[in-house]
């Protein structure tokens, strides 16, 4: 068994996975890279960790088919024996237009589902002998919009609602053994940010973030990481938290 810790942080190709994966190899872990489409991306951060002395695992898969979660935790034992940490980031919604409830069928709702709630379910199932043994941590990358009702679409809203719910479960059922902690992020100044809410949007979105929230400004996808790594690493004592990174925007308009 290699000494190293093990991470595997799903959807880690670019944002707020690949500034955990980052994160984490300069904390000394191994790590799996996981993509479904953004592979020169992904070895970008494949790269950059391994610039930091991680050994790494770049592997395409998606969350809402099963055999690809039991395929990249599969992958992970085999290479180094030990899974510490699994950071469920992989996402996906709908913006604009689209995520108009006309626009919406099954399809694609049942897709967000299976991305964005089924996935971490699979996940968790698949890494679980694993993370026992190491007495590992789970950290959930939900939204805001689990918790207060707003984003980018119904079936995000919906998705994101069901992860806060599935992390509180799985902090009761999983406990003395493992930690299950999310963090709930609101606007991030990331890509998925500005391609999501097309030309002009996410400028539009910082402003309106910066004139009504407390704190005045977005998370960068390095303030969420940050987050995420402290739950992996430093808070011993912390399960079952839904950690608001959101500068403030849950509690209501600025005055």
């Known amino acids: 068994m290699d000494a190293r810790p093990v991470a ?26 996981n993509y479904t489409r953004s592979e020169s991306d992904a070895r970008e951060t ?6 930091e002395g991680a050994d790494v695992l770049l592997l ?21 024996g030990r899974i510490d940490a699994l950071v469920n980031n992989a996402g996906t919604s709908v913006f604009g237009d689209d995520a108009k409830w006309d626009a919406i069928d099954a399809e694609v709702f049942n897709r967000i589902l299976g991305v964005n709630t089924l996935g971490v379910f699979q996940m968790v199932r698949a890494c679980l002998p ?25 079936p995000y ?31 991030i ?16 979105a910082i402003a309106a973030t910066e004139e009504h929230t407390p704190l005045r400004k977005p998370s960068t ?20 938290e839904l950690l608001m990174i959101d500068g403030g925007t849950h509690l209501g308009t600025r005055r």
């Open 8 to 33: 595997i942080v799903t959807g880690s190709a670019t944002g707020v996975g690949a500034a955990t994966a980052l994160m984490l190899a300069k904390r000394g872990f191994n790590v799996v890279v």
């Open 46 to 51: 494949q790269r950059a960790c391994e610039a």
């Open 60 to 80: 395409r898969g998606d969350v809402s088919k099963d055999d690809d979660c039991r395929a990249m935790a599969a992958a992970a034992v085999q290479r180094w």
């Open 130 to 154: 694993q993370l026992k043994a190491a007495q590992g941590s789970i950290v959930n990358v939900s939204s805001v919009a689990g918790a207060l009702g707003i984003g980018s679409s119904v």
């Open 157 to 187: 809203v919906a998705s994101k609602g069901a992860v806060n719910s599935l992390t509180l479960h799985f902090a009761r059922q999983l406990a003395p053994e493992i930690r299950v902690n999310a963090v709930c992020p609101a606007l």
């Open 189 to 204: 100044t990331s890509r998925w940010f500005d391609q999501g809410l097309g030309p002009g949007g996410l400028q539009k």
């Open 221 to 240: 996808p390095e303030d969420v990481a940050d987050a995420i790594v402290w739950l992996v690493c430093g808070a011993k004592t912390v399960t079952g």
